[in-house]
Structure formats: C-alpha cells, structure tokens
C-alpha cells in the first residue's frame, strides 16, 4: 500500500545539493575576484591622467558592476545545473532588470559628475552655469526614464501583472485616455525641464526677480526651480512658471550691471560741486568698472529735486556694495559741504514757543 523510498534517493539529491553549492560558490567567488582586480588595474589606469572625471566614473559603476558580475556567475552556473537553474529562473527576472537599471543609472550619474568635474572655473562663469544647468537637467531626464524603464521591465516579469495587462489591451483606448489625462502634468513638467535645458532663460547661479523675490537659482529640477534669497531663504517656483509668465534675469549674459541710488534735496542746491565730488569718489573705488557713472536730474519740485546717480560694477554683489557705499558718502559729505541741501521737515516746539512768548 505504500511505497517504499529508497534511501539512496536523498543520498542523490544531497550530492547534487552540495555540488550546486560548490559551483556558485566558486563562480562567484572567481567573478569576485575578477571585478576586483579589472578596478584595481583601472584606478590605478586613471591615477595617471590629468583629471578626476574618469576617477569619478569609476567609483560611481563599481558596486553595481560588483552585483552585475554575481549575477553573471550565478547564470553560468544555473546553465549547466538544473538545481540552480529553476530558482535563477524565477529570481532572475527581478534581479537582472534591477542591476542593469542600477548600472544604467549609475553610469548616467558619473557622467555628469564627471562633466561637471571638467569644467575649467577659469573659463566665462556664464558658459559654466549654461553647462551645469544642461547637465543636472539632462541626467536627471535620464535618470527618471532609466527608471521608469526598469519598474517596467520588473512589472513585466510578474505572471499577475501580465495578465492583467492582456485583459485591459481590451479596453486600450480608455486606459490611454485615462493614462493620458493622469500623466498630462508629469509631461507637462517633463517638456518644461528640457525646455529649460534647451532654450536656457535661467542657469545655475542666475540672480532673479519672480513673483517679488529676488534671489540666486540654486537648483533647477524638472517640476520645480529653487531660489535661494539673501535672507536664506528657499523660493519654490514651479518650472512652467518661467516659461509661461515674465520674471527678471540680472545675469542672463553678464554678471555685470548698472544700479543708481536717488538723492532728494532741496531747489537751492548747487549742483556742479555734487558731480565733481561723485565722479571724484567713484572714480577712486576699486568696485567700480569704469563703464557708467552719471549724475542727472531727473525730477523737479517747488519743494525738492531729485538726483539719480547711476554707476556699475563687474558683479551684482559689487554693484549692491558699490551703492551703498556711494549712497553714505554722498550723504555724509552732502552735512559737510552743503548742509542747506539736505531738506530738513522739522517742527521745533521749543524755538517755536520762545519767539511767541518774546512776541508777547
């Protein structure tokens, strides 16, 4: 009634256990030691050249190369031993798309360390934010594609998954519409990234003015763009916003600009001595780059009159010292000189009350 099993059968199987156990052990102990080796000959390769970029590289690709080399080990072995063989199988179709998805991603971010390490601080700063805004835009474009490929690859690997799959193809036209109006702001911020990258109306490091706060952009991703103020503070403006809608740009091809600063004084006030001190002053302040300082009066009231004095400097942050520094002196030296140009709005109660008590 029962059959009898015969003891030599587990004595099979345990030996062909061990000998599966055997074999992946040293396939992958031997794949081990090869990556090992392959990147100690390569870092010592990119010691000798003139640059870090590829050092970079290296150390970005070397644990998903380590993962990739055992992966490979354990498929040559399950190639010739049915034991490993059906657990590769089932495993495999998770594991691989994970690794080369990680490899991919891994091989995309060292190359944009990598580029950016390239960059010569030497070169025009414009051209260095141009580059880096286009880097960090394209690699994290690659980065979101590599992965929604490799989720992807590893859904598709699920028997469940397919099947339902096959059983919406039926009702393909509704799930895109459906798909399509889900993703529409995805692939709205999506096209606005590379809009961004191509088209370039902000880079890294540009001073800008949105939405009434002025600040340097510190971050450009593909949904949002972050400003950071003078205070520290963090802006978080959305992409499509620079795109759709008018802002300010201080250093769109030039870090250098023209700032004034206004002097209301009164109509007595001699002018010409003014000018002579501002050029004098200007001319002696190393902030100054020589292109603009100029003196004019642009309003004229019965109580007061308006001086705008326009100067430049190489940089923005030049430029705000430059102002304020101007803005000081011209004010100090005006208490100096001319004391009657400055316009004094004062009620004196004690002076006031001496000549009335004297009239009585």
């Not at 030996?15 to 599966?20: G, R, S, Y």
């Not at 290296?58 to 992966?71: D, E, G, H, N, S």
């Not at 992807?152 to 028997?159: D, E, K, R, S, T």
């Not at 002696?284 to 309003?299: F, K, Q, V, Y």
Request: proline share 4%; charged share 20%.
């Amino acid at each position: 009634m029962f059959q009898r099993l015969d003891p030599r059968n587990y004595q099979i199987a345990w030996d062909d256990l061990a000998v599966a156990c055997v074999a992946l052990a040293v396939s992958i102990t031997i794949a081990l030691v090869i990556h090992r080796v392959a990147f100690m000959v390569i870092k010592r390769l990119t010691r000798h050249s003139d640059t870090q970029a590829d050092d970079i590289l290296v150390v970005t690709i070397y644990k998903p190369m380590r993962w990739l080399a055992v992966a490979m080990a354990i498929g040559i072995v399950a190639n010739s031993n049915e034991l490993v063989a059906d657990p590769w199988e089932a495993v495999a179709r998770f594991v691989v798309p994970g690794i080369i998805g990680w490899l991919a991603l891994s091989v995309v971010r060292g190359f944009a360390g990598a580029m950016e390490q390239r960059m010569d601080e030497k070169h025009d700063p414009i051209a260095i934010r141009g580059r880096r805004t286009k880097i960090a835009i394209f690699s994290r474009t690659a980065s979101v594609v590599i992965i929604v490929i490799t989720i992807a690859l590893v859904l598709i690997g699920i028997p469940g998954v397919r099947e339902i799959g096959v059983t919406m193809m039926a009702s393909a036209g509704i799930v895109a519409i459906a798909v399509g109006a889900a993703a529409q702001p995805a692939l709205k911020s999506l096209i606005a990234g590379l809009q961004m990258a191509l088209t370039e109306p902000i880079r890294i490091g540009d001073m800008v003015v949105v939405d009434g706060h002025t600040g340097r952009v510190e971050e450009i991703r593909m949904s949002f763009v972050l400003v950071r103020t003078w205070d520290e503070r963090l802006i978080i403006v959305p992409t499509t916003r620079f795109l759709e809608e008018t802002f300010e740009n201080w250093s769109r091809s030039s870090e250098k600009l023209t700032g004034p600063i206004f002097l209301n004084l009164d109509p007595i006030t001699d002018v010409t001595p003014i000018r002579a001190e501002f050029e004098r002053w200007v001319a002696a302040n190393p902030l100054h780059d020589g292109r603009t300082a100029s003196i004019l009066m642009t309003e004229a009231h019965p109580e007061s009159i308006e001086l705008r004095l326009a100067v430049s400097a190489r940089t923005i942050g030049d430029l705000w010292t430059l102002r304020c520094e101007l803005r000081e002196h011209m004010l100090a030296w005006l208490r100096e000189n001319q004391p009657e140009a400055l316009i004094r709005h004062r009620l004196e109660v004690a002076a006031a009350n001496e000549r009335a008590s004297g009239e009585a």
